[in-house]
């Protein structure tokens, strides 16, 4: 990449090294032109983007206080406030620990009750004794392909296995904890997260 001239004072293009660019004066305007107007929407998306950050981090201790309420009284689950004009919902949100949650059901009733996903993320290209390996192929056959075609596995993986519980079926839980079958589920297993949403109780 290199700057050269545009025949715009103060303006230069961005040309690739070996290539031979001529844009006549007026698209050269019409260029120009263009991205000051882009750049200025970015700019103003820039600096709302910094502003909402900012408020977020000055509302958050707000927002704490809501959830520590909403803790302190179960059932409790927001406030409709006609004079302040505003319809507040808080949710509680139930996240399954996989790894606590297949110690607590065992090899028996973790895949009679879970439905999940186990998610790998990799690095491409991956490159065997053939060549290239398609995605397909590493879906089919993860890792025996990756062994057959003589693939390196150190780095490979960006990130290790990650497996997400996100439903379990609580109902027939709940029937064999009553039957003797689980003992009552340890705490660790879930985590609860909590979501806050906001909007006027009036529009207009």
Excluded: C, H
């Amino acid at each position: 990449m290199e700057l050269r001239e545009s025949g715009i004072e103060g303006v230069k293009w961005k040309v690739e090294r070996g290539k031979e660019v001529v844009i006549p004066r007026i698209t050269a305007s019409q260029i120009v032109n263009t991205a000051r107007e882009f750049a200025s929407w970015q700019f103003r998306m820039q600096k709302l983007e910094m502003e909402m950050d900012q408020i977020a981090q000055e509302a958050e201790p707000l927002r704490e206080a809501i959830i520590e309420i909403a803790r302190q009284y179960p059932g409790w689950r927001g406030i409709v406030d006609q004079d302040g004009n505003l319809d507040l919902t808080t949710t509680p949100r139930k996240r399954w620990k996989a790894d606590a949650l297949k110690k607590y059901l065992g090899s028996l009733y973790y895949p009679l009750l879970l439905r999940g996903e186990l998610k790998l993320t990799l690095t491409l290209p991956l490159v065997g004794k053939k060549g290239f390996i398609p995605p397909e192929v590493i879906v089919a056959i993860l890792e025996k392909a990756l062994l057959d075609l003589g693939v390196n596995l150190e780095g490979v993986f960006a990130l290790p296995p990650k497996e997400e519980a996100f439903e379990i079926k609580e109902d027939q839980l709940e029937e064999l904890q009553k039957k003797g079958r689980l003992p009552p589920m340890p705490q660790e297993v879930t985590t609860i997260t909590w979501a806050i949403s906001l909007r006027p109780w009036k529009r207009g």
